[in-house]
């Protein structure tokens, strides 16, 4: 089984559309992160939590929020979905002193 | 800030050939470094790391050194096989910072 998964892992919306992201993990970790990957510039920090209380931005975080509902789950929330959204998105996990490990990823389209 | 220039792709080798994917950064302090690789259809896995100036890292017959005086980590295989057609990404990490800082991706085919 999976360490880290996501649902679902391929979506078509339309503009305007709410999305929801999800990302569950069973390694124990404490800290999750949300990544987006567009051609040409690799990945993007959206949003990072090191435990269940603590939220905080990354780089590229407008358009986008995020909800740490327990220790193993983090979902990323697109409340009005625009085009230039459209990505991959990658959850992924770490401890301290280990390294990242990133789910499979969500490929998101939005019309 | 922290950042890191990757060799632009995609880069396409015959097996057996030698591989070598640039990767240079900029960071304050000493970074931990790392090469990432994607297959087809999945997420990002470590392929390797480095954490100190000096450290060579190595998996599947992939080798990175860390360069302080160059401020380097390319990758290199002596190699390749068509199992290693994939993206690779370098990425580094601060000291005390958790967060990844990633490159471009190159993507890798090997042709038979």
């Known amino acids: 089984d999976a360490d880290v998964t996501q649902t679902p892992r391929n979506r078509i919306t339309k503009t305007g559309k709410r999305i929801m992201l999800e990302c569950s993990q069973t390694k124990g970790h404490d800290r999750m992160y949300w990544y987006r990957q567009d051609p040409g510039l690799g990945l993007r920090l959206i949003y990072y939590?090191?435990?269940?209380?603590?939220?905080n931005k990354g780089e590229i975080s407008d358009g986008y929020s995020v909800s740490r509902q327990a220790q193993a789950k983090f979902s990323l929330s697109l409340e009005s979905a625009i085009p230039n959204q459209t990505a991959l998105y990658f959850c992924?996990?770490?401890?301290?002193?280990?390294?990242?490990?990133f789910g499979p990823g969500t490929r998101l389209t939005v019309l | 800030g922290d950042s890191v220039t990757q060799m632009e792709g995609p880069v396409t080798l015959s097996e057996e050939a030698c591989l070598t994917i640039n990767c240079t950064y900029t960071a304050t302090g000493y970074p931990s470094l790392f090469w990432y690789v994607q297959y087809p259809g999945e997420g990002l896995q470590l392929l390797l790391k480095a954490t100190k100036a000096d450290d060579k890292g190595s998996n599947k017959g992939f080798e990175a050194t860390y360069r302080k005086k160059t401020t380097s980590f390319h990758l290199e295989k002596g190699s390749v096989q068509v199992s290693d057609s994939a993206v690779y990404f370098c990425a580094l990490q601060s000291f005390g910072n958790e967060k990844l800082t990633f490159g471009t991706g190159t993507r890798l085919t090997i042709i038979p």
């Open positions: 992924a996990t770490s401890s301290i002193g280990t390294e990242q490990f």
């Open positions: 939590s090191f435990d269940v209380k603590d939220i």
